[in-house]
Nanobody
């Protein structure tokens, strides 16, 4: 499956953005899908995951209550709605498909990644 992430841009603190992750080449519904980000000089961190079967969602503490993930399998697209953005949310955001993942105490302990999108830059600044 090929993934295309889009929707990034420059937004003021407190603003909102919606990222999209569009899939082609395979049915997105066959995978769990996660959003990740990587800020300059930092490791990539997981943000949110939506399961493939029942659409259960998981969020990292850093974005819980502000970000919402949802999937539209008919459109082969997963979205990340980001509200109340902060300067520390500035990063390149990536989506990825997974055939397996394991979360323990809010940490992503392991995952079998199938594909990664190319990343979309989000800059939160006044």
């Amino acid at each position: 499956v090929q993934l295309q992430a889009s929707g990034g841009g420059l937004v003021q603190p407190g603003g909102s953005l919606r990222l999209s992750c569009a899939a082609s080449g395979a049915a997105l519904g066959s995978y769990a899908v996660g959003w990740f980000r990587q800020a300059a000089g930092m490791e990539r961190e997981w943000l949110s995951i939506v399961t493939r079967r029942d659409g259960t969602t998981w969020y990292a503490d850093s974005v819980k209550g502000r970000f919402t993930i949802n999937r539209d399998n008919a459109k082969s697209t997963v979205y990340l709605q980001m509200n109340s953005l902060k300067p520390e949310d500035t990063a390149v955001y990536y989506c990825a498909t997974m055939t397996y993942f394991r979360l323990v105490s809010g940490r992503l302990w392991g995952a079998d990644f199938d594909s990664w999108g190319q990343g979309t830059l989000v800059t939160v600044s006044s």
